[in-house]
Structure formats: C-alpha cells, structure tokens
C-alpha cells in the first residue's frame, strides 16, 4: 500500500466525490478511480458506496480514514527527521499566485534569520487550488487565502483584506467612490473549472449563482475584465492593476482571509506558522 494511494483515497474520503478529489490532487478522474478500485481489491472490501445520489464511506473505509491520516502525518515527520538528522531539512511552501504583498519579503527574511540551513522551497499555484497543493502532498504548509474546505487541515488568519470589484476605466460604475453587490447584480463575473473548491468558489462570486468565463490565473481575471467587461474581484491590498482597471471597494463583501495553513505539524512548519503571525500586519 503505497502512501499516494493513501492521498488519494484520503481526498476522496473527505470530498465525497471522486471529481472534486481529483481537481484537489490535480490529476484526472480515470486514474484516481482506478487507483482507489486497486485500493479495494488489494483490502478484499469496499471503502465507498456509490450511487447515483453520491459516494459515502463504507464502515471500513471510515475506519481506514483515521488510519490512512496517522500514517500520513507520521510519514511526513518521519522525513522531517531523516532531512534534518541528514543536514538536508527542507520546507516547501505554497503560495497562491494572486500578488506580490510586500510582506512575504518580512516573512522570508524572518524565517531565514531563524533557520539559514534549512532549504525553502516555494512553488506557486493558480486560482483554481487555493490550498496551494497542501492537500496533494505537494506542499508542507501553504500561504494562502480563505475561505476553502478545512477538513483534515490547521488554518489560521494572519490578516482579513477589504475587497474591491476590478472594472474597465470606462465601465459606468468606475467613477463610484463604492459599491454595493447590488450594484454588480446583473454582469458578468468570472468562474473556476469544475471540481473547484465550493467554498472558494462561492466566496469569490458574492455568494451567488454567476455566469461567466472560466479563469485560472490573476492575468486571466484581469485579461477577461480588459477584454470582455468582466468583473472581476481583488484584495485592496493588491497593486493597481494598470491604467486600463480601477478598483472600487465593495462595502457589503466581506473581507478575504490571508492565511497560513498546514496538515501535518513538524517543528519547521510550525516556526513558519509563528513566524507567519509575527510578521504580517493584523
């Protein structure tokens, strides 16, 4: 039993549907009900009822649930302790691609003072994984924003940012001072692919039903609304994006969370969590 197959059949456990698990894992849906098909064959048992209503968890899979998530978190400070008894310790860090906050250069420079050996990783993800690949394995701990799923997860709020609508310089509702989501009620607002975390999703479109193009990235965003009228949406604390864009704050949005969150606490994770809470800015 291998400790991806563990992953994947943890995601699934906790999603409760193998689309949504294999958007998580940034993989495709045939191989991870294949893998999980194996899983069950090489257990003799069943770990999920399927039907067309849904999946749900077998009383063995329930019991392999809280199995399968000791022996990740042991596996992964297991090869905390072999790096660091090697001389080799690492941290890989994800961080959701939406900008450039002068405070991750305070964190960096805190946590190298803190740990100069210790080789930190960074790997980058778009909009449509706002865990960073925490949830894959990918990533140790993930500086990210809220709202998402937090099952299996420690998150906590480092700082909570006003949001603004993104519009065209010459959309009818530039010149405000502020808006209302009334106010953007009928356009256009950007979506996530399916298998997109709904509580990310729902976030991020006012917590409505929306229609509009599909995006994945920052640039795609603020390409739609360039091009097309879309709204977009962005924290107050972004840079300006460009001549071309405003942003207009929206009084009755709710701020977004800035987060630090992680699955399995290793001492390096847990300095990165303090030293999170000590540099950013309430």
């Not at 302790?81 to 310790?89: D, E, I, M």
């Not at 500086?143 to 310089?169: I, Y």
């Not at 039903?209 to 609304?225: K, M, T």
Request: proline fraction near 8%; aromatic fraction near 6%.
């Amino acid at each position: 039993m291998e400790l991806r197959t563990l992953r994947y059949f943890v995601a699934v456990a906790e999603e409760l549907h193998f689309g949504r698990a294999a958007a998580r894992l940034h993989m495709s849906q045939p191989p991870l009900s294949r893998a999980i098909r194996q899983l069950e064959a090489d257990l003799g048992t069943p770990l999920f009822h399927r039907s067309p209503s849904g999946v749900s968890l077998t009383p063995a899979g329930s019991s392999l649930l809280s199995e399968a998530r000791m022996l990740l978190q042991q596996a992964e400070q297991l090869r905390a302790r072999v790096a660091a008894a090697a001389g080799a310790a690492t941290l890989t860090v994800g961080i959701l691609g939406d900008s450039t906050d002068p405070d991750v250069s305070r964190l960096a420079a805190a946590y190298r003072r803190r740990h100069p050996n210790v080789d930190v990783r960074i790997r980058e993800a778009d909009l449509t994984d706002p865990t960073c690949g925490l949830r894959a394995g990918l990533v140790d701990v993930a500086l990210t924003r809220g709202p998402f799923d937090e099952a299996g997860l420690r998150v906590q709020v480092l700082r909570s940012d006003p949001v603004g609508a993104v519009l065209r310089a010459d959309d009818p509702l530039a010149g405000h001072d502020r808006l209302k989501l009334a106010d953007l009620a009928d356009r256009r607002w950007f979506q996530f692919p399916a298998g997109t975390d709904p509580h990310w999703q729902s976030y991020w479109n006012g917590g409505e039903p929306r229609q509009g193009p599909i995006v994945r990235a920052v640039q795609e965003c603020l390409q739609s609304v360039l091009w097309n009228g879309t709204v977009g949406l962005a924290p107050l604390t972004h840079h300006n994006p460009g001549k071309e864009l405003v942003t207009i704050p929206i009084d009755d949005f709710p701020p977004s969370p800035l987060v630090v969150a992680w699955s399995v606490t290793t001492p390096l994770i847990q300095s990165f969590a303090q030293t999170a809470r000590s540099t950013y800015r309430p």
